[in-house]
Each structure stands twice: as structure tokens, then as C-alpha cells.
């Protein structure tokens, strides 16, 4: 985050974007929640925000979000914390202490690890199946078609509490295809959230039926 980065303002462009996008889209505006994504950002940068009102964030790496966030969590304890970058079964126990959400839950090993940690340590954040909608051999996230299967076995065989689903779209495709594919397994699926759009596509992601969006460039500036 650089010097002249002005966060609150920053914050409130991004929040006013999304009201008049919901409303233009006959929806409640006060439904679609910001999630600032705050990877690579420094604890201080993350202050400002909290202090101009902002309290869900992402991180993407585990260890980063463990250098940086339990102390800021000490302090505000009414703040957020999603995981939006892949998790590794070892860091499983770790993560589910640290995020009160963890959006990129995407295979079987990872779901029944997550299961076994909750069931030993009783707490209960709340998950996202990642959806690989673009079908991209190198990103995370279950296949479009081995989601209805794979939310089923979350559901019911490891009794995870799932808030709803989560995409990346290919960052060289129109977006669209994939917020209106993975709307569709949600709600087939009787899932209601789904946190889809960043920086660039967030006003189109909600008309497309965005509950969360994850926003990071706009609100903290281009990541060095
Ligand atoms: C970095 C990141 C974002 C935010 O991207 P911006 O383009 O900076 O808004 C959103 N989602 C995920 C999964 C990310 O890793």
C-alpha cells in the first residue's frame, strides 16, 4: 500500500458502487457484503481500515494472515476473517482457529481433515466451496461438474456449515459465463451465498447475485 493511498475514500467509492449496483438490480443494497482483501497489506494499512468501519477482510496465505492478524483481532474483535487462497491439509487445524470463514474448501481430504478439526477443537467457522468454473488445470477449486456431488458430501457426510460457493473467473474471460454457472450450482443446491467479483468485475458480479464480494486493488491500492 502506498503512502498516498486514501483507504477510507477508497472504501467508500467501492461501498457506494455496490449500493447503486444492487439497486439498479432490484435488489436489497445493504445485502452484497464488501470483503477488503487485504493480503500483502500491513497491519497498519488494515488499522486504517477497520477505523474508517470496515470489518471483513481476506487473506490469501495462511501464514501471512497468522503473522499479521491475531494481534489486530485482540484489538477488534468483531472483525471477519476469510480465507480466499487455496488451504493445505496441514494447515487445516491452523486455519480454522485463525479465519472465522474459509471460502476454498475444493476436495474430499480437505473437507474430512476440516470435519475431524472441528469436531476436536468445537470451533465452527463457516465455509465456501470453491468452484473451478473456467475448468483451469492450475487453479483450486472443484470442477462445475463433480460440484453437486462434492457440496453433497460436505453436507451431509462431514456436516460442514456452508454458507454458499466461491469462483475466480479466468482473469482473460468474460466473467459473466462463470458468475451466472456458479449462481446456478448454488441455488440448484439450495446455497444462497456466493462470493464472486474483485476489483475489476464487483459491479457486475452483483447484478449477477453476488452476497460477498472480495476487493482488494480498489480499496488498497495496485499490490507492489
Ligand atoms: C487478490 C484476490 C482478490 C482481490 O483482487 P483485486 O483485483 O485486488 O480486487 C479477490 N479474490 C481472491 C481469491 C484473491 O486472491
Known amino acids: 500500500m502506498n503512502e498516498q493511498t486514501d483507504v477510507p475514500h477508497n472504501l467508500r467509492v467501492v461501498q457506494d458502487k455496490i449500493q447503486l449496483t444492487a439497486q439498479s438490480a432490484t435488489r436489497d443494497p445493504t445485502e452484497p457484503v464488501l470483503c477488503a482483501v487485504s493480503k500483502t497489506v500491513s497491519a497498519d494499512g488494515i488499522e486504517i481500515a477497520i477505523a474508517a468501519g470496515q470489518r471483513v477482510f481476506g487473506e490469501n496465505r495462511v501464514q501471512e494472515a497468522e503473522e ?16 480466499i487462497g ?14 472465522d470463514t474459509i471460502e476454498t474448501v475444493d476436495r474430499p481430504k480437505l473437507a474430512r481433515i476440516l470435519a475431524n478439526e472441528i469436531a ?8 465456501y466451496i470453491q ?3 473456467g475448468e483451469e488445470p492450475q487453479k483450486a477449486g472443484v470442477f462445475p461438474g463433480h460440484a453437486d456431488e462434492f457440496i453433497e458430501l460436505c453436507r451431509d457426510e462431514y456436516g460442514l456449515p456452508l454458507a454458499g460457493l466461491m469462483c475466480i473467473p479466468p482473469i482473460d474471460e468474460e466473467p459473466t459465463l462463470h458468475f451466472s454457472l456458479l449462481r446456478e450450482i448454488a441455488h440448484r443446491n439450495g446455497l444462497v451465498g456466493l462470493s464472486m467479483g474483485m476489483s475489476a468485475d464487483y459491479d457486475i458480479a452483483i447484478a449477477f447475485g453476488a452476497t460477498l464480494v472480495r476487493v482488494g486493488t480498489a480499496i488498497f491500492g495496485p499490490r507492489g
Open 68 to 83: 499479521k492478524w491475531p494481534e489486530i483481532k485482540e484489538r477488534h474483535k468483531d472483525v471477519d476473517l476469510h480465507l
Open 131 to 133: 468452484v473451478n468454473t
Open 120 to 127: 476436536n477443537s468445537g470451533v465452527t467457522p463457516t465455509f
Open 86 to 99: 487455496p488451504l493445505q491439509t496441514n494447515k487445516a487445524a491452523k486455519a480454522i482457529h485463525l479465519f
